[in-house]
């Protein structure tokens, strides 16, 4: 197991972090919630700058605060509002990276950067954003780490450059002894890369699911009030009053569509199921 | 640490505008009298001092400093680095400062570098690095622009205190020329006792900085 965390407790004045997750080589994993759920606070944890309450986190089966350097260096991190000084230039980066990474690929670096139309002698502040989010993958992916730990990675960017940076995302996967942690607003980038998914709400993991399943058992059942009377409900997971009913969540969909063919039975998407279970009551 | 000098140093080239305002002026100081080149060394020496200070703002601006510590360095190592960035910078400053001192001494036929100023150059490096183990825990614990005002409380209340304790000693009946006289006094009767003191003084104020930064930066959260 590459990452493992065990009831991490953080405790902040109006905010608790009481999270478990692991990842396995080869993998990518999820991590989605809405803004303040934790999922910063958890990468933050994860990477010792912030210190924990209680639980344990475990880092290429090591805890995580008795990283060597040579650990560290195994690992990749890309933060949503934090990078190099933005007025270092690329080409000054260069030599930092250098000097701190042994498998630093400089010749790739250049080349990748040079391939994605960054300038190596403009300053980070005057880039883009997403030129900008395009050069904190890059430099995650300069030295061949084993664990890319990924917070909002394409947040701002277009559709072109966010299909760039996922497509840099995939090629990494190709090794297996890789794996990926990551976070994104964006449900369908990660319904199109990770193997699982946590949904994190109020600091808890509320619900762990493989991508495959939640994308084809879970459903989002739509029904007036008559046929929610007669639902059978012991496969509802939460229920959402609206105007013309309710809508309910449901991990069984193939069971409502065969014994309730009347309804509407929505195919699951991230976003359904992230709504039903944050604003729906848990049945 | 490598990488981070080698960052820091990159960060401090962007003054350089800063750099060559301070040749320029240095230039025009020693020019305009011969007695300025002690004047010149120091406050060269103090400018190039104070790039650890502007390193740290730079770390922590944009919150570029939770970045680093994502990079293989521990928290350990950035202190150590710090303290390491401020000894090169003031010997830079100080190599630099003399260069100048002894090329316009040279062109204007003039010695403006005399044998006894090396042990004031020493002693203005030494103070500097007193200074830097007194500033380098309060700017880590309250960062770059609150460390300089937390920096300013600090000399005003070490002002106040030595206004405070000469106070007291008159009160003795103890004056400041006295103090003065005895330290003349001391230092003369044991000048080759009072270099390597000094050096002992420093080291054992850098190391108690030191052990103090490691603490406050081993607490932070980033």
């Given at each position: 197991m590459i990452l493992e965390m065990k009831n991490v407790l953080k405790q902040y004045d109006n905010f608790k972090l009481d999270c478990s997750l692991s990842l396995d080589a080869g993998c990518v994993t999820g991590l989605i919630g809405q803004n303040g759920a934790g999922k910063s606070t958890t990468f933050k944890s994860i990477l010792d700058l912030i210190h924990i309450d209680g639980g344990e986190i475990n880092v290429f089966g090591k805890p995580h605060t008795s990283l060597t350097n040579r650990d560290k260096q195994d690992i990749s991190i890309v933060l949503a509002d934090s990078g190099f000084s933005g007025y270092l230039t690329i080409g000054k980066i260069i030599p930092v990276m250098s000097a701190m990474y042994d498998k630093f690929d400089k010749k790739d670096f250049t080349e990748r950067c040079n391939r994605f139309g960054l300038p190596l002698d403009k300053q980070i502040k005057e880039f883009s954003t997403g030129m900008s989010a395009k050069l904190k993958v890059l430099v995650a992916l300069s030295h061949d780490a084993k664990l890319l730990i990924l917070d909002e990675p394409t947040a701002g960017l277009d559709v072109v450059a966010r299909d760039e940076v996922l497509n840099m995302l995939r090629d990494y996967m190709e090794d297996e002894s890789h794996a990926i942690l990551i976070s994104s607003h964006i449900s369908t980038d990660l319904e199109g890369l990770c193997d699982d998914i946590y949904f994190i709400c109020d600091g808890k993991v509320i619900l762990h699911e493989d991508t495959d399943v939640l994308l084809s058992d879970y459903a989002s059942l739509k029904v007036d009030e008559k046929q929610y009377e007669k639902?059978?409900?012991?496969?509802?997971i939460s229920v959402l009053k609206e105007s013309y009913g309710y809508r309910c969540l449901t991990a069984q969909k193939q069971f409502y569509l065969e014994n309730y063919p009347d309804i509407i039975v929505e195919k699951g998407s991230i976003d359904d199921i992230i709504m039903l279970k944050v604003k729906g009551e848990t049945l | 640490m490598k990488g981070l000098l080698i960052k820091d140093f990159q960060l401090s080239l962007l003054n350089i505008r800063m750099l060559v305002i301070i040749c320029v002026v240095s230039i025009f100081i020693t020019s305009s009298s011969t007695g300025s080149a002690s004047f010149v060394i120091s406050y060269v020496t103090i400018i190039f001092f104070m790039f650890v200070l502007t390193s740290i703002s730079y770390d922590e601006m944009d919150h570029s400093i939770s970045f680093l510590f994502t990079l293989p360095i521990s928290r350990k190592t950035y202190v150590r680095e710090k303290y390491v960035f401020s000894l090169i910078c003031g010997m830079i400053g100080l190599v630099f400062s003399t260069a100048v001192c002894m090329v316009v001494g040279a062109v204007k036929n003039v010695?403006?570098?005399?044998?006894?100023?090396i042990p004031a150059a020493l002693g203005i490096y030494l103070t500097l690095l007193f200074i830097v183990a007194l500033m380098l825990p309060i700017q880590l614990k309250f960062g770059g622009d609150n460390g300089r005002i937390a920096l300013f409380i600090v000399f005003g209340v070490i002002f106040v205190a030595i206004i405070i304790g000469s106070k007291i000693l008159e009160h003795f009946n103890i004056h400041e020329a006295d103090i003065i006289k005895f330290l003349d006094l001391l230092l003369s009767s044991n000048t080759a006792l009072a270099i390597p003191g000094f050096i002992l003084l420093v080291l054992a104020a850098l190391g108690i900085s030191y052990k103090i930064s490691v603490k406050i930066m081993e607490h932070k959260a980033l």
């Open positions: 639902l059978d409900k012991k496969y509802i | 010695n403006l570098i005399e044998p006894d100023m």
